[in-house]
């Protein structure tokens, strides 16, 4: 459960960060932000996987 909360919090802070860079033009934070809450997607997918095999 820790971890699903963890994985959520990163895709919102990614996504934040995404947020941030295109209000500023800032391209590098923009990609970053992308990169993390992608990152963040691909781990809560794993999750979902996880939780299926133990029922």
Request: proline letters at 0%; charged letters at 45%; a negative charge.
């Amino acid at each position: 459960m820790a971890d699903k909360l963890e994985h959520k919090a990163e895709e919102l802070g990614g996504k934040a960060k995404e947020k941030l860079g295109q209000a500023t033009d800032d391209e590098g934070l923009e990609a970053e932000g992308k990169m993390e809450s992608s990152k963040a997607d691909l781990k809560q997918a794993g999750d979902k996987v996880k939780d299926a095999f133990k029922r």
